[in-house]
């Protein structure tokens, strides 16, 4: 059925846009519905700029220098930031980023809206972010919920432009629509989306308990795993392994497995059967539809929200039987980022990517617990050492079943894994009061059109 809007002359002129996405139905409904109520434009009400333009080198720690990835609907995502240095912050002061700030990624993934807190300082960005810096009139919270309503989606997607990527300028951004409410409103938005940052805060905490804990357990709390001069090994051990390279035998590694040794460790592969996902080819994705987990889609917390592809119920019906994740399994990288691990707390109704194993337990062990021990110092350091130092494209499954896994006495493993289920269960329910933020919104928005 072909969809299509009738426009006057005078509105091509004045938006200086020709092409037919822009003139999108439902595109002009979003803009007739916000003009129909009060309202601002964003522009007249807060300061808005971009972050820099020009190399900079990163550092181990310093100032955090946000990029478009950072940005996660409501909140930063913080786990891959990067450094720079106070003179960078100085020399771009503009884009110092204050408490209250509202950031909005401008290229890529366009138009995730996340708000600045004070554990998020000190922090700077790069010109694929834009700083909103409210002066008057508008909650940035309020704001921050709008943006990522499908009201606010829908305007920066109408305004974006670009064929290879999307991007929205500054100028569209400060055109940007946003409806007033009163303060008992923004004061509810402003709840819900500090209980869901609570929550979040509470998810870290347990997962680094349950960490703590496995550490512990293993005496590896204070293990110390930094690199030393020289190590002696046997020719033997060297043909085992169909390795020479130096920095595969380096004593940390070999401190490590020794303890986990100790705790009853076995290969992963005689606790699991693993079995490789599926890849469709770029040319599969679509918009919308049952949810392909790639390697990019997948944390030690879950699937990420972003930039995330979908396959026809039809391609979906034909692979599920093989490729389909099931509670109870755990999801594990091999490719691009080796070794993140998710046990899966529900079964998902999606497709895992060829860079995606699928475990399904078959010894005693709980599957939360295995997740920890491959995402904490117990599985990372083994991921480094078949690294080689360098950065693995591909971590192979025979590499992935000889990863050694310490199993610990079954009471040890609950405690652990409740830990790990307390943490993840926080997560979750964060996510469903920022949705929930969302949609108080849209829902405000669209009571007053009747």
Same mark, same amino acid.
């Given at each position: ?149 499908? =009201? ?157 592809? =979908? ?57 939360? =617990? ?81």
């Amino acid at each position: 059925m072909i969809s299509f809007s009738v426009i006057q002359k005078s509105q091509l002129e004045g938006a200086k846009r020709i092409d037919a996405e822009y003139y999108q139905s439902e595109f002009l409904d979003t803009k007739k519905s916000l003009l129909s109520k009060e309202h601002v434009i964003l522009g007249e009400h807060a300061f808005v700029t971009d972050g820099e333009h020009g190399s900079v080198d990163f550092l181990e720690k310093g100032v955090k220098y946000l990029t478009a990835e950072n940005i996660n609907l409501g909140f930063l995502a913080l786990k891959d930031v990067r450094f720079v240095s106070d003179a960078v912050n100085t020399r771009n002061k503009r884009a110092e980023l204050k408490k209250g700030d509202v950031t909005l990624s401008i290229k890529g993934t366009v138009g995730t809206s996340a708000i600045i807190f004070d554990d998020d300082l000190p922090a700077n960005m790069n010109r694929d972010v834009s700083r909103i810096h409210i002066k008057d009139s508008i909650n940035p919270f309020f704001l921050t919920a709008f943006l990522n309503s499908r =009201y606010g989606q829908g305007q920066t997607l109408r305004e974006s432009s670009g064929n290879v990527q999307q991007m929205i300028t500054l100028s569209r951004i400060r055109e940007l629509i946003v409806p007033i409410f009163g303060d008992k409103f923004n004061q509810e938005i402003e709840y819900t989306i500090n209980k869901a940052r609570k929550l979040l805060k509470d998810s870290k905490s347990f997962y680094s308990q349950a960490e703590n804990l496995l550490l512990e357990e293993l005496g590896l709390k204070d293990f110390a795993h930094a690199d030393e001069l020289y190590g002696v090994i046997r020719l033997s051990e060297a043909k085992k392994a169909n390795r020479v390279d130096a920095e595969y035998f380096q004593p940390k590694y070999e401190k490590l497995v020794s303890v986990i040794q100790k705790n009853k460790g076995e290969p992963l592969g005689s606790l699991i059967t693993l079995k490789k996902g599926f890849e469709p080819g770029s040319e599969a994705y679509q918009e919308e539809g049952k949810i392909f987990i790639r390697v990019s889609s997948l944390s030690k917390n879950g699937l990420e929200d972003k930039d995330q592809k =979908y396959l026809s119920e039809k391609l979906y019906e034909k692979l599920k039987k093989e490729y389909e994740p099931k509670k109870g399994e755990i999801l594990l990288t091999k490719d691009a980022s080796p070794g993140i691990a998710y046990a899966l707390i529900e079964s998902i109704q999606g497709i895992i990517s060829g860079g995606i194993l699928r475990l399904k337990l078959k010894e005693d062990v709980i599957s939360e =617990y295995i997740a920890l021990c491959i995402n904490s110092i117990v599985g990372q350091m083994q991921v480094e050492r078949d690294s080689g130092g360098s950065i693995i494209a591909h971590w192979k499954p025979e590499q992935v079943k000889s990863l050694l896994i310490p199993v610990l006495p079954r009471v040890a493993q609950e405690k652990i894994a409740d830990l790990v289920r307390k943490s993840h269960e926080a997560r979750k329910k964060s996510k469903e009061l920022l949705e929930e933020a969302k949609h108080k919104v849209e829902e405000m928005i669209e009571n007053q059109n009747v």
